[in-house]
């Protein structure tokens, strides 16, 4: 089964990706815990997104589509957006927590908690379009 | 989204934190800890028994303060995180970086026997 929604490129559209995943996900047999990590990394990778798409607050006529396909075994998210920041995840080096204490950094959490709770995260660009792909294996009952 | 209040009981001072704590609305809260620490607050409680989401926005600004309570011998509990919210913090193992107890009394004699 495959979702979409496609929302404007903004901090305060946040809360409803989370609610979208929370809604579509809700149909199914999945913890109260799992189903908010899977939010929570929705979120994340939205969130960073839209930083350093430096949309911040403001309104956008740029949109972030998400789309989710749900699977006996797998649920696989799809984050897609058009704004020229690709990510490049194979020079991505996960900071220590020590350092970030130490260098008082309010950042460099969300990514980290991503790859903790997929299995799988890529990202990619190809003609302006970035997509970060997650995947997460799990049983995914109906309810 | 997010509404906070605070409340002082004696000396400790009480940062209550309701609904989504995300990156439009970690300012927040960041500010009431900020001002709390300026003032010269020496016990900091969260109440969290209203928290209902938590991202990393919100795990940072929690973790940028860690080295000023230290500095400023700051003694700094949350209490009443749901499973969801606790969740969140072990993750990464934050829950090992910052004192969080179930109940607010339990903070409260965290910061009395700490003294």
Known sequence: MKYSIKVPCCKSKLKTIRSFVDETLGQYVLSDVDLNMLVLAVDEVCANLIVHADMDDKMSDECIVLNILVRKNTIVFEVIDQKDHGFDFSNYREPRLEDLVKTRRKGGLGLMLVRRIMDDVEFKTKDHTNVCRMVKKMQVPVA | ?115
């Open chain 2, 1 to 115: 989204m997010i509404n906070i209040t605070k409340e002082s009981e004696e000396n400790v001072h009480i940062i209550k934190v309701e609904g989504d704590v995300d990156a439009a609305s970690s300012i927040y809260l960041d500010k009431a800890i900020g001002d709390a620490l300026t003032r010269g607050q020496k016990k900091i409680l969260i109440d969290c028994t209203e928290l209902e989401y938590i991202s990393s926005a919100g795990l940072g600004v929690f973790m940028s303060y860690i080295q000023d309570f230290e500095n400023s011998d700051s003694q700094f509990v949350l209490f009443g995180l749901s499973e969801r919210v606790a969740g969140v913090f072990e993750i990464l193992g934050l829950d090992q970086l910052l004192t969080i107890v179930k109940t607010r009394e339990e903070a409260l004699m965290r910061v009395s026997d700490e003294v």
